[in-house]
C-alpha cells in the first residue's frame, strides 16, 4: 500500500517539477518540448462539474436559468452526467405560473429549451443546502448516498465550480434560509486539497457581491473569478414579457455567449473568455483570481474546465502501477459496494421489526391499566389528596 | 505645587454639583427641577398644543413624505405582454348588450343572479349563487349574490384571489347607479382566464348585489362567520384562502382615469404594495392615468384645472400651494373614509378578514379607455397578484397617500394626534396635582406665610359618575338601535337627548358631596377625564389615525378649559354646550346616524357603538364637571 | 385599579350606605354567574393575555379527555396542567363547560371571602364596612374578573395562594403548607412564596411596617415547617404518579416552567426573549431567567422579616411581572391584594401613573394581540412592545409598594425635612 503511493507522488512531484522549470524559463529546450504539441497542458485526466443554483422561488427563474444553462454548456463539451453534480432549489420548469410547463428558457425569443428532455438535477429542492454542497465537494457522504450524487473526484480531477443565488459580502444565502461563507467555501477547498480531491478547479460565482466568495480561499490551483466587486449588484440581463420575470443574470449570459463559440477541440484561454465578458454591460466589475492558480490564464484552456478534454497519459506497463491502480479501483468498489449494503432493506426491516415486540406490551399494558384503572386511580389520589387536608386540617 | 491642584473631574464635579452635603443638594435639586417644571407647565402645555395642530396642518405639505416604491420582491409587475384584446372587448360589449336588456327588463335580483349564475355555467366554471337577508334595525336589505370559481389548473386550490363587482356602482354609494360594465367586464374576464394555465391560485369571480350588503354576506359566508340579524344560504362552492382582491367598479360610458380606492372597514388600510402595483401596471402596461379617488389632477389635466374661489389667484398659482391644496383634498377624503370606519367601497368589506383589496374605479367621462384598458391593467394585475408567495406584508400598512405615487409614513403623521393627546394628559395631570393640595394659611403665628397642604381626592365618587355616564352610553346606544326609535319617530330624538341631557343634569347638579379637606369633584373629575379622554385618543392612533385626529381636534382644546367656576347660569351653559359637543350630532345629521347604525348592524362598523360608549361619556363627563361641586 | 389605593380617602362614606359583606359577596358572585353563563368564555377563550398553554382550559380538558380514554395525557406536548388536577376534574369538579363556569365564579366569590379573612386578620377586626371593597376589589378586578370568565385554571391557583395565606394568617401550618404544596404542584413558580409564608406561619400576620424588628423565628424552626413543605411536595408527587402510572407528568408540568417548550404569546417577557434568541444560549438565559426570579426571595423576605405578610404580597407582585407563561391575573392577584394593606396608601409616591400606566397597556394589549394576529397588519413587536409597558405597569405598582412598606417605619415628613433614598 505504501509503496504504490509512494510512486504515485513521485510521479506528480516529477510532472510539477517540469511545470516548475517550464516557467521558469531557463532552460529554452526544455520549454520547447513541453510547448512544443501545443500550449501547457492541465495534468488532469478527468473532468467535473458542480452546478448550485441557491435559491428558490418564482421570481428568482432567472438563478435556475443560470445553472441550467450552464449544465447545458459543459455537458455540451463533453462532461458526461456522471460527472456533473447538479443543485437546483426550486422546480421552475412544473412551476404552476409558468406559461411554459416543463421548459426553462433564458433568452425571450425561447428557442432554447434549457430544460430539454435529458436533465438529471442530483440535488434539488430542500436537499440544496450548504451541508449537501459541503458534503459533495468534501466527500463526507452518508454511505447510502448513491454514486450519482457523490463527487467521485481524484486528484487527477479538474472541478468546474459554479454557484448563482443571492449573495452578499462573503456570503451566499440558500433557500432563504441559510448561508454559505467564503470561509466554509475556503475551508472546503482545503479539505478537498488535501484529501487530493482534485487538479485544478476553476470557481464562478454568479451573485451580487460574487468576488468576496472566493476572496478567503488558500489552497493551490484554484482559479476563482466572479460577476461583481465588493458592494456591486449583479444584475439580470433580460426580461420574458410572457414568463413574467427575468431569465438569465447578465454576466452568465454572457459567458454562455461566448461559450456557444466553443468546442471540444478549440484552443481558446480562459483569458480570452474573462477578456471578452469585461468588455460587456454588466453594471458590474467581474473579478478573478489567479494568484493561487499555478498556470497562465493566456494558457489555460477553456475545455480544460469545461469540457471532458483531458490528457490520455498511456503509461508504460510495468506491472507494479497497473496492478496498484487495479487494486485501489478494486478496493475502492469493494468499499462502495460494502458502504451500499451496509443499509440494505433486509437490514432496516430486521432492526424495525425487532423493536415492537419488545415494545408493544409494555404499551398495551399501560395502556389496559389506565382503561382499568384509570377512573380509579383518579379516586384514590382525589381520596388521598382529601385525608392530607383533612389530617392537616385536623392536627 | 500640583499635586495640591485638584483634578479636572473634581474639578468638574464641584462645579455640577457644588459642595455640601449630597443629599440636600439632590433634594434641592429636585425640588428646583419640580418647581420649573410645575412653573413651565402650561407653557409646555401650550407648546404641545400647539405642535400637534400644527403639525396636522403640515401633513399634506409637499414636502413631508416620500415617493411610492414595491417592496415585494415576488410581484415583479408590469412585466407581462398582455393578451387581452379587441376581440375580448366584443365580447365585453355583448354581455353588456345582454346586461343592459336585464337592467331594464324589470328583473329580481334572484333572477338577475341565476342569469349570472348560467353564464358562468356556459363558461363552463363552478358556478352559484347565494341569498342573503340582513335583519336591520334600521333598513333591512336582501339580494342574492352569484359567483363563479376558475381553479389553479396546476396547484391544489389552497390560496385564491378574488375579482368581484357590486351590481351597484359607487358613484352614488349604491343609491341606485348600476355597475353595468364592472359586472359585464368580470363575466368577460372569466371568459379570457379560462384560456391560461398559469395561475398558481384560483381566481373567485363575484357579482355581488347591492352595494356593500351582498358582499358582506359572501364573505361572512366564506369565511363561515355568523352574523346576527343576517340570513344567508351556505357557499355551495368554496376555494382557498383569499389573499388579495380586485374591485371593479365601471358604470359609466368610458374612462379618462382609472381610481384607487383603498379604505377598509374600520380604518384598515391594504397593503400599499398592491396600490403600487396596480399604479404601476396601469400606468406601463395599459397607458391609463391613475388617481386617487375620483380626484383628477389639475396639473394633469387642464380641463379640471378649476380654481376654488376661496383661494386667491396668486396663491393658486403658486406650484407649493397648489400642491398643498391637491393633497389637503385628498387626505381630507381619506380622513373621512377612515374616521367613518366605512371604507371607501366593497374592496373594504375584504380587510375585516385579512384580505388586502382595492377598488378599481373607472372615473365616468366620454373617453378615451374603456374595456380594452381595464382589461390590460386587470389581466397584469392578475399576474402580478399570481406571482405571491405568502401574503403581502412588505410593504407599509400604515400610511397617509398624499397624492397618487407619493406617502406620508407613520412617523410623518403620527406624532401630530400623539402630541395632543400628551397635552391633554399632562394638563390631566396637573388637575390631579391641583386636586391634591391646597394653599392654607399658616398655622404657626411665627410663620404667617401660606403653606401648602394636602388633601384627599374623592376617587371613589369619581369613578363611579364615570361608569355611570358610560352605563348611560350604553342605554343610549341601545335605544337608539332599538328598532321602535330608530326606524318609526324620528322626532323622538329631540325629547329623547333632552331628556338625557336633563336627566344628567338633575342627577348630578344637585349633589353635594363636597367634604372639608376633600377636593373638590369638578376638579377631580376634570382630571380623570382628561387623562382617560387622551388615553383613548393615542390608543385609537395606531388601530385608525384619522379617528384619533378627529378626536384629537374635537376634544382636545373644549376637555381643557372646562372648569365648574362662575355662576350657575354661566355653568348651565357650558354644561349645554358639551351637552351639544357630545349629542348634538344626533339632531344635525339624523341620517348620517342612522347610516353609522347600519353600518355597525350590518357591516360592523363599531363606530357608533364608539360614539356612544366612549365619545359621549367623554363629553359628557367634561360637562358633568361644570356643574357638579 | 390603583384609583382604588386612595379608598381611605373616602372613608368618610358612611359604613351605613355599604352592604355588608354576605350580601356583597351574594350580589357581585350572582352578578359574575351570570357574566359567567353567557357566551362570553367562547370570545375569550382563545385570549392570549388571559390563559397561558400553562393554565388554559381547552388543554386542561384535552387532557381529561385523553385521560378517560386511557392514553397518557403526558405522552403528547399539549397537556401541561399538573394530574391533580386531572384527577380532581375526572371525579369531583364538573366537567360540562357552563358547570365550569359556574365552578370558576364560585372559586372566586370563596377567593374573595379569604381576602376578607385575611384582611380582619391582618387588622384584627371582626369586620366593618371596609370589608365589601375588599370583596369588591377582588372581585371587580378587571386582570381577574376577565381570566375566571376565560376559565384560566389561574383563576384557581390564585385563590389556592390566598387559602395558603390565610391559614399561615391563623397558624395552621399543616394546611398552608400543604395547600402551598398543592399550588406549587400547579404551578412550579409558586414556590418563591414559600420563605414568607414559612416565615408568616412562625409570627403573626398584623402590621409591623411602622415598628420594623429583627424575626423572632429560629433557623430550626424553619427547616422544620420547609421539611414538612417537602414532605407535602413529596406526598402529592406520589399521588401524581399513582394518577398517571409512572413520571412522565414531571416533565411536562414543573419541567415546561423550567424549559419554557411553548413559546405562545403572553403577557410576560419570556417568550418574545426566547422566539428571539439562538438555539445555543437557550440552556444558558433559561438559567438566568429562573434564577432572576428566585433572587428577590432572599432579600425581601430578610428586609420584610417584621411582616411576613407584606413580604409574600411582594414576592407575588414580583412573579406577577417576571414569571414565565404570565397572564393577567399574575398581577391581578397582587393588586387586589393592595386592599388589605391600607396603612401604605399616603406613602405611595406615584399611584396615578401606575394607575394610567396598566390603563394604557390593558387597553393596547388586546388591541396590539388583534393587530398583529387578526387584523395582519402589525407584527409581533408591537405586542411585544405592549407587554414591556405592561411590565413596565407592574413594575411601578411593585416599586412604589416596597417603597411605601419601608418608607412608612420613617412616618409622616414635616415640612422642613424630606426623605430620600440612598
Known amino acids: 500500500m505504501l509503496l504504490p503511493s509512494f510512486l504515485h507522488l513521485l510521479l506528480c512531484l516529477v510532472g510539477l517539477l517540469g511545470v516548475a522549470h517550464a516557467s521558469n524559463a531557463n532552460d529554452k529546450r526544455v520549454e520547447d518540448f513541453f510547448e512544443r504539441n501545443e500550449s501547457p497542458t492541465s495534468s488532469h485526466t478527468n473532468n467535473w462539474a458542480v452546478l448550485v443554483c441557491s435559491s428558490r422561488y418564482w421570481f428568482n427563474y432567472r438563478h435556475m436559468a443560470n445553472a441550467l444553462g450552464m449544465y447545458r454548456t459543459v455537458k455540451r463539451l463533453g462532461i458526461p452526467d456522471s460527472n456533473i453534480i447538479l443543485m437546483l432549489a426550486d422546480d421552475a420548469s412544473c412551476n404552476q405560473r409558468n406559461k411554459f410547463p416543463g421548459s426553462v428558457y433564458a433568452h425571450p425569443d425561447r428557442q432554447l429549451d434549457l430544460y430539454g428532455d435529458n436533465i438529471e438535477v442530483d440535488y434539488r429542492g430542500y436537499e440544496v443546502t450548504v451541508e449537501n454542497l459541503i458534503r459533495v465537494l468534501t466527500g463526507r457522504m452518508d454511505p447510502s448516498v448513491p454514486r450519482s450524487k457523490r463527487l467521485l473526484t481524484d486528484e487527477r480531477s479538474n472541478i468546474f465550480v459554479y454557484l448563482t443565488g443571492h449573495g452578499g459580502n462573503e456570503f451566499l444565502k440558500f433557500q432563504d434560509k441559510e448561508e454559505i461563507s467564503a470561509f466554509d467555501l475556503a475551508d472546503a477547498f482545503e479539505q478537498m486539497h488535501q484529501k487530493k480531491r482534485y487538479n485544478e478547479i476553476l470557481f464562478m460565482a454568479d451573485t451580487c457581491q460574487a468576488n468576496t466568495l472566493f476572496s478567503q480561499f488558500y489552497s493551490p490551483n484554484i482559479l476563482a473569478t466572479g460577476s461583481s466587486g465588493l458592494g456591486e449588484n449583479s444584475y439580470s440581463h433580460t426580461n420574458d414579457n410572457d414568463i413574467g420575470v427575468a431569465v438569465i443574470d447578465a454576466y452568465t449570459h454572457f459567458v454562455l455567449e461566448y461559450m456557444e463559440n466553443i468546442n471540444k477541440t478549440s484552443d481558446n484561454s480562459l483569458q480570452d473568455l474573462f477578456s471578452t465578458v469585461a468588455t460587456k454591460k454588466l453594471g458590474s466589475n467581474p473579478g478573478v483570481r489567479t494568484d493561487l492558480f499555478g498556470r497562465p490564464l493566456a494558457k489555460t484552456r477553456i475545455t480544460d474546465f469545461f469540457g471532458n478534454v483531458a490528457q490520455v497519459e498511456v503509461l508504460p506497463p510495468t506491472g507494479h502501477l497497473q496492478t496498484s491502480a487495479n487494486d485501489e479501483e478494486d478496493s475502492y468498489l469493494a468499499s462502495s459496494d460494502m458502504d451500499n449494503k451496509q443499509p440494505s432493506l433486509p437490514h432496516n426491516l430486521t432492526s424495525e421489526q425487532s423493536l415492537p415486540p419488545s415494545d408493544a406490551p409494555w404499551w398495551s399494558s399501560l395502556s389496559l391499566l389506565i382503561q382499568d384503572w384509570g377512573k380509579t386511580r383518579a379516586w384514590v389520589a382525589v381520596g388521598s389528596l382529601g385525608l392530607c387536608l383533612a389530617w392537616t386540617l385536623s392536627s | ?629 | 385599579m390603583l384609583e382604588r389605593l386612595n379608598t381611605k380617602q373616602s372613608s368618610s362614606l358612611a359604613s351605613s350606605t355599604l352592604p355588608n359583606l354576605p350580601l356583597t359577596l351574594l350580589a357581585l358572585g350572582s352578578l359574575k354567574i351570570w357574566i359567567a353563563l353567557t357566551d362570553v368564555y367562547d370570545a375569550l377563550k382563545r385570549s392570549q393575555e388571559l390563559s397561558s398553554p400553562m393554565s388554559s382550559y381547552s388543554q386542561l380538558q384535552e387532557g381529561i379527555y385523553l385521560f378517560e380514554h386511557g392514553i397518557n395525557p403526558y405522552s403528547g406536548g399539549s397537556v401541561r396542567h399538573s394530574p391533580l388536577l386531572l384527577s380532581l376534574f375526572t371525579t369531583l369538579f364538573p366537567k360540562s363547560r357552563r358547570a365550569a363556569s359556574v365552578f370558576w365564579a364560585l372559586s372566586d366569590v370563596l377567593g374573595a371571602w379569604i381576602l376578607v379573612q385575611i384582611w380582619r386578620a391582618r387588622q384584627n377586626v371582626k369586620g366593618g364596612w371596609r370589608d365589601t371593597l375588599v370583596a369588591a376589589s377582588y372581585l371587580l378586578n378587571p386582570y381577574l374578573f376577565l381570566p375566571s370568565l376565560a376559565l384560566s385554571t389561574s383563576t384557581l391557583e390564585n385563590t389556592l395562594i390566598l387559602a395558603t395565606i390565610l391559614l399561615a394568617c391563623r397558624g395552621r401550618a399543616a394546611p398552608s403548607l400543604l395547600l402551598l404544596a398543592f399550588s406549587t404542584h400547579l404551578s412550579l413558580n409558586s414556590l418563591v412564596i414559600l420563605i414568607p409564608v414559612v416565615l408568616l406561619l412562625l409570627s403573626d400576620p398584623h402590621s409591623h411596617l411602622a415598628s420594623p424588628q429583627p424575626s423572632k423565628a429560629t433557623l430550626k424552626r424553619i427547616g422544620a415547617l420547609i421539611g414538612t413543605f417537602v414532605f407535602y411536595i413529596f406526598v402529592l408527587g406520589s399521588i401524581s404518579t399513582l394518577v398517571v402510572n409512572n413520571l412522565s407528568w414531571i416533565p411536562q408540568t414543573w419541567g415546561a416552567t423550567l424549559t419554557l417548550p411553548d413559546l405562545q404569546p403572553n403577557t410576560g417577557l419570556w417568550w418574545y426573549f426566547f422566539t428571539e434568541m439562538f438555539d445555543h444560549f437557550r440552556p444558558f438565559f433559561l438559567m438566568v431567567f429562573t434564577t432572576h426570579l428566585l433572587i428577590y426571595v432572599a432579600p425581601i423576605s430578610i428586609k420584610f422579616q417584621y411582616d411576613p405578610l407584606y413580604a409574600t404580597f411582594i414576592l407575588l407582585g414580583i412573579l406577577g411581572t417576571f414569571k414565565p407563561y404570565a397572564t393577567l391575573s399574575d398581577p391581578g392577584l397582587f393588586f387586589s391584594m393592595i386592599a388589605i394593606f391600607p396603612e401604605i396608601y399616603s406613602y405611595l409616591r406615584h399611584p396615578i401613573v401606575t394607575a394610567l400606566l396598566h390603563l394604557h397597556a390593558g387597553l393596547l394589549m388586546p388591541l396590539f394581540n388583534h393587530i398583529w394576529l387578526s387584523q395582519g397588519t402589525g407584527n409581533a413587536n408591537f405586542f411585544y412592545a405592549t407587554t414591556l409597558v405592561f411590565a413596565c405597569a407592574n413594575a411601578a405598582g411593585l416599586v412604589d409598594c416596597i417603597w411605601a412598606g419601608m418608607r412608612l417605619a420613617i412616618g409622616q415628613s414635616g415640612d422642613k425635612f424630606e426623605v430620600v433614598q440612598e
Open chain 2, 1 to 629: 505645587m500640583e499635586h495640591k491642584q485638584p483634578s479636572l473631574l473634581t474639578r468638574l464635579k464641584h462645579k455640577i454639583r457644588g459642595s455640601g452635603d449630597v443629599n440636600t443638594k439632590r433634594v434641592q435639586r429636585r425640588l428646583a427641577l419640580k418647581r420649573t417644571l410645575t412653573d413651565k407647565l402650561p407653557k409646555i402645555i401650550f407648546c404641545l398644543f400647539a405642535t400637534g395642530y400644527l403639525w396636522m396642518l403640515l401633513i399634506p405639505f409637499p414636502h413631508l413624505g416620500r415617493t411610492t416604491y414595491i417592496d415585494e420582491n415576488a410581484l415583479q409587475p408590469s412585466q407581462v405582454n398582455t393578451y387581452w384584446d379587441w376581440a375580448d372587448v366584443h365580447i365585453a360589449d355583448q354581455y353588456l348588450g345582454l346586461l343592459e336588456q336585464i337592467r331594464d327588463g324589470n328583473y329580481t335580483s334572484k333572477e338577475r343572479a341565476e342569469w349570472l349564475n348560467m353564464e358562468f355555467l356556459k363558461l363552463g366554471l363552478t358556478s352559484s349563487t347565494q341569498s342573503y337577508t340582513f335583519l336591520s334595525p334600521v333598513t333591512g336589505v336582501n339580494g342574492t349574490n352569484a359567483y363563479a370559481i376558475l381553479p389553479s389548473a396546476r396547484h391544489s386550490g389552497t390560496e385564491a384571489m378574488v375579482i368581484s363587482a357590486s351590481w351597484l356602482s359607487r358613484v352614488d354609494e349604491g343609491a341606485g347607479t348600476v355597475n353595468i360594465r364592472g359586472v359585464s367586464f368580470v363575466i368577460a374576464l372569466a371568459r379570457f382566464l379560462k384560456r391560461y394555465s398559469y395561475w398558481a391560485k384560483d381566481i373567485i369571480f363575484v357579482v355581488s348585489d347591492g352595494y356593500l350588503d351582498g358582499m358582506q354576506a359572501w364573505l361572512g359566508a366564506y369565511h363561515g362567520i355568523q352574523q346576527k340579524g343576517l340570513e344567508r344560504e351556505p357557499l355551495q362552492h368554496s376555494s382557498g384562502v383569499i389573499w388579495t382582491a380586485l374591485n371593479i367598479d365601471y358604470p359609466g360610458h368610458s374612462f379618462s382615469n382609472l381610481g384607487i380606492f383603498f379604505e377598509g372597514i374600520n380604518g384598515r388600510l391594504p397593503n400599499q404594495d398592491l396600490i403600487n402595483s396596480l399604479e404601476r401596471i396601469a400606468r406601463y402596461t395599459a397607458g391609463v392615468p391613475v388617481t386617487l379617488y375620483d380626484h383628477i389632477d389639475p396639473r394633469e389635466n387642464s380641463l379640471v384645472n378649476v380654481e376654488y374661489a376661496w383661494v386667491p389667484r396668486f396663491l393658486y398659482s403658486n406650484p407649493i400651494i397648489k400642491a398643498y391644496i391637491i393633497r389637503a383634498r385628498n387626505i381630507l377624503r381619506q380622513l373621512k373614509y377612515q374616521a367613518t370606519g366605512r371604507g371607501s367601497g366593497v374592496h373594504g368589506l375584504f380587510h375585516q378578514h385579512r384580505i388586502d383589496a382595492i377598488t378599481i374605479f373607472g372615473l365616468p367621462a366620454q373617453g378615451p379607455h374603456g374595456f380594452h384598458a381595464i382589461g390590460k391593467t386587470v389581466e397584469s394585475t392578475l399576474r402580478t397578484m399570481n406571482n405571491l408567495l405568502e401574503r403581502l406584508h412588505a410593504s407599509f400598512f400604515f400610511y397617509i397617500m398624499a397624492e397618487r405615487g407619493w406617502f406620508l409614513k407613520i412617523g410623518h403623521y403620527l406624532p401630530s394626534a400623539i402630541l395632543i393627546s400628551v397635552a391633554m394628559m399632562f394638563q390631566g395631570l396637573r388637575k390631579w396635582v391641583d386636586a391634591g393640595w391646597i394653599e392654607v394659611d399658616g398655622t404657626e403665628k411665627s410663620d404667617p406665610s401660606r403653606v401648602w397642604v394636602r388633601r384627599t381626592r374623592p376617587v371613589l365618587p369619581v369613578l363611579a359618575i364615570m361608569i355611570l355616564t358610560h352605563m348611560s352610553g350604553l342605554v343610549l346606544f341601545v335605544s337608539l338601535s332599538s328598532t321602535w326609535l330608530s326606524t318609526n319617530t324620528y322626532w323622538l330624538a329631540y325629547p329623547f337627548l333632552v331628556l338625557f341631557a336633563a336627566g344628567i343634569y338633575v342627577l348630578f347638579s344637585k349633589q353635594t358631596f363636597a367634604r372639608p379637606n376633600e377636593a373638590p369633584l369638578s376638579l377631580t373629575l376634570k382630571a380623570l377625564n382628561l387623562c382617560f379622554a387622551s388615553t383613548v385618543i393615542s390608543i385609537i392612533a395606531v388601530l385608525n389615525f384619522s379617528l384619533s385626529a378627529s378626536l384629537a381636534i374635537i376634544l382636545g382644546i373644549p376637555l381643557s378649559v372646562s372648569s365648574s367656576k362662575g355662576s350657575t347660569l354661566s355653568r348651565l351653559v357650558r354644561y349645554l354646550t358639551y351637552t351639544y359637543l357630545s349629542i348634538g350630532w344626533r339632531l344635525h345629521a339624523p341620517a348620517l346616524a342612522k347610516q353609522l347604525l347600519w353600518n355597525w348592524h350590518v357591516l360592523g362598523v363599531w363606530l357608533a357603538p364608539f360614539v356612544c360608549i366612549v365619545y359621549v361619556p367623554i363629553v359628557m363627563q367634561a360637562g358633568i364637571s361644570c356643574i357638579i361641586d
